[in-house]
């Protein structure tokens, strides 16, 4: 028993984060129909600037959180401005073969040639742990959580209730009718980037202090947000929630029941999700279901 | 366009492929002269030839899957491990001949191929992507891990005997690079001809548009899969080049990055051509050759701080690449070849070339 809620309560608290990385593709996807494979090798080269600002340079907290911000922000407007602005109007196909070279090869691997992609412990939250029964909760995984569904919930009102984020949805939903309508899409699909890079910084910051800044970490992210946005269906913001608590049980519970059995199984465990979404719920739990025309 | 001269007079002669001597004589040419290559070329140049040939079979494959269906793969390194790890536990392991195993190597990758294909059923676009990148994690987990390490080897691999053919002992460099040319010549040969069969036509009916195509009474779940099974095929048959050329095989080898570039390759060649998948793996393997044989130590050496990983900058040179390719010339090389051979053919009056 206290295994299983032990399992539970670290399942459930790794995908208030898994949440909050998917946001950052599925906001791309709302205004721009890009799928943002990027994502992860943004999120590695954040994790490794912030933990380069934090530790060999010893710049205090809060400067470097307005560094990184400043960075995920500039980030955001250059991919959009001279990478995804000229692509608009081409294929998702296109679009995603580039974030996928972007975001596999180039993205991190200008971050490895900076930082040199050793894996390196950085200390953002205080560390120690608090009990509640049977559990035993780090206080980084708890703060990771907090802050995530924190920022969770501040983007999803942002998107529901400003008037950036009528305009967002009303851009998703067909842009050239939203220029014609008078919103300014290119500033629409900007704001859309520096969100999804932003979201990224902040996963880089809870990732990097829950498991160790490495090379791999963009993969990490990447690949558990996947079967998030596919479950979430990938224009629904609530299901990205639900499915990142889905995904993150699932994860722990592999890793704790069958994991002795089958050593490594959780690291596999996403994948196997990813396909058997695929074959049998391919618009996820929320999605909504495209009728083609020709 | 045709050069000055020629006209199809038959039908005949508007469905070939080489329509004049002059083509037949300069493919003739070319075919001798890649088969006179071992006799002066260094060893290093022909093991990098050796794996620029393997990785066209195997990009090949991805061109039916890619440019002529439009499905993309990002997980064709691991039908290529299967394919490489058929032929070494059957020969290893049951001592089966290598040459029965080719089939055997093919089949194999192309049914695996088919599990990852499957979602194809319901969804398009990248979609099946993701399932192939999912599917490209599940094959490489399965080699590495230490449960079936009494069949694959685990992280180590297994090891292979030298291929002969009756006797006749063919692991030197430069009888591997002849047997991996063959290979290349008679799979560019297949590819081009399953564009011309109903099958392929089929194919680019699906990658145009899918719902045309369906109305017009294509298949689509049929040829969809049909088409990821030809190109595992291939990838099957390059994975058993590869592992008789390193006579090794090992989980690393076959890494995600590659599959990337077996699709940035493509593009770079120019979707739906073969004569593109040539010049695109050349290009990219060339460009890749040239990085770390010659631009990332002197980088090394005038940056010394980053010394250590350097070579990365391959990756990102690669990648930015790819990046500018899609963005200023998306049709590929031999999009830009054919405008220059129009061009030339039109010379004087190059305002026709519309």
């Known amino acids: ?294 | 366009m045709l050069p000055g001269g020629v006209f199809n007079t038959k039908y005949e002669s508007d469905v070939a492929i080489l329509r004049t001597k002059t083509q037949w004589f300069l493919l003739a040419l070319g075919i001798v002269l890649l088969f006179l290559i071992p006799l002066f070329a260094p060893d290093y140049w022909l093991s990098q030839l050796t794996y620029i040939a393997i990785v066209i079979v195997a990009v090949l494959g991805l061109h039916v899957l890619t440019g002529l269906c439009g499905q993309i793969s990002i997980g064709h390194s691991a039908f290529m491990a299967v394919g490489a790890y058929a032929v070494a536990i059957l020969t290893t392991r049951y001592g089966l001949s290598p040459w029965a195993c080719l089939p055997i190597s093919a089949l194999a990758a192309g049914l695996v191929g088919l599990i990852f294909g499957l979602p194809c059923f319901k969804l398009k676009g990248f979609y099946l992507a993701i399932s192939t990148l999912a599917g490209w994690y599940i094959i490489i987990w399965c080699l590495k891990y230490d449960g079936f390490s009494s069949v694959t080897g685990g992280f180590i691999g297994l090891p292979l005997d030298p291929l002969t053919l009756g006797g006749l002992d063919l692991s030197s460099r430069s009888a591997l690079y002849c047997l991996a040319v063959a290979v290349m010549i008679v799979a560019a040969f297949i590819a081009k001809n399953i564009q011309r069969t109903a099958a392929g036509r089929a194919f680019v009916a699906i990658r145009d548009n899918e719902l045309a195509a369906e109305v017009s009474g294509i298949s689509i779940f049929r040829y969809k899969m049909l088409a990821f099974f030809i190109g595992c095929l291939f990838a099957g048959v390059a994975g058993w080049l590869w592992a008789h050329s390193q006579l090794r095989v090992n989980p690393n080898q076959f890494s995600l990055l590659d599959s990337i570039w077996y699709v940035g390759m493509i593009i770079i060649g120019g979707w739906g051509s073969t004569s593109g998948v040539f010049f695109g793996v050349a290009f990219l393997k060339l460009l890749e050759i040239g990085m770390t044989d010659y631009i990332t130590p002197w980088l090394g050496d005038m940056l010394t701080s980053i010394k250590l990983q350097v070579h990365v900058a391959t990756d990102i040179v690669r990648g930015m690449v790819v990046v500018l390719f899609m963005m200023v010339a998306p049709r590929g090389i031999y999009y830009l070849l054919e405008r220059l051979k129009i061009y030339y053919r039109l010379h004087p009056y190059a305002y026709w070339a519309r």
């Open chain 1, 1 to 294: 028993m206290d295994t299983f809620l032990r399992a539970l309560s670290e399942g459930i608290l790794l995908g208030g984060v898994y949440a909050l990385i998917a946001l950052g593709v599925v906001m791309v996807f709302k205004a721009s129909k890009v799928f943002n494979l990027a994502h992860g090798g943004v999120l590695m080269f954040l994790a490794y600037l912030t933990w380069w600002l934090l530790e060999p340079k010893g710049l205090p907290l809060w400067v470097s959180l307005l560094i990184l911000t400043a960075v995920a922000v500039l980030f955001g407007l250059t991919l959009d401005r001279f990478i995804f602005r000229p692509l608009i109007g081409q294929t998702m196909l296109v679009t995603f073969i580039i974030t996928l070279v972007l975001g596999f090869t180039v993205i991190p691997g200008v971050g490895m040639l900076l930082w040199g992609g050793r894996p390196q412990v950085m200390h953002v939250f205080p560390s120690g742990s608090m009990t509640i029964g049977p559990v035993t909760f780090s206080y980084t995984f708890l703060f990771s959580f907090i802050i995530a569904t924190a920022m969770f919930l501040i983007f999803v009102l942002l998107f529901r209730y400003t008037k950036t984020g009528l305009l967002m949805r009303c851009v998703s939903e067909d842009n050239l009718i939203s220029q014609s309508l008078g919103i300014n899409v290119k500033w629409i699909y900007a704001i859309s980037w520096v969100v999804g890079c932003l979201s990224a910084a902040i996963g880089a910051i809870l990732l990097g202090s829950m498991f160790a800044v490495n090379s791999d970490l963009g993969g990490l992210a990447i690949v558990h947000a996947l079967p998030v946005v596919l479950l979430g269906g990938l224009e629904s913001i609530p299901g990205a929630f639900i499915g990142a608590i889905f995904v993150g049980l699932s994860e722990v519970f592999a890793g704790t029941y069958v994991d002795p059995h089958i050593s490594g199984f959780r690291e596999l465990m996403p994948y196997i999700l990813m396909v058997l979404i695929l074959m049998f719920r391919p618009h996820g739990l929320f999605g909504l279901r495209r009728i083609e025309r020709i």
